[in-house]
């Protein structure tokens, strides 16, 4: 088995700041969104109960 040195990664004051902006940009996400209707869904979410059991009656 082949043996390489370890990876050393750094970190920068700009990769930190990056990566605190990205953290609270997703702390400020709706927890309500994932409940809403995506535009293309909302004509599907009208119809009834009976109309989504027996189907449309045209």
């Known amino acids: 088995m082949l043996r390489r040195p370890a990876t050393l990664i ?3 004051a ?13 702390q ?9 209707p995506l535009p293309q ?3 599907r979410i009208a119809r009834t109960r009976d109309e989504r059991i027996m189907g449309s009656r045209n």
């Open 14 to 26: 700009d990769d930190i700041a990056k990566y605190e902006q990205d953290r609270q940009r997703r």
């Open 10 to 12: 750094t970190l920068t």
């Open 28 to 36: 400020e996400k709706d927890p309500n969104d994932e409940l809403k």
């Open 41 to 43: 869904e909302k004509g």
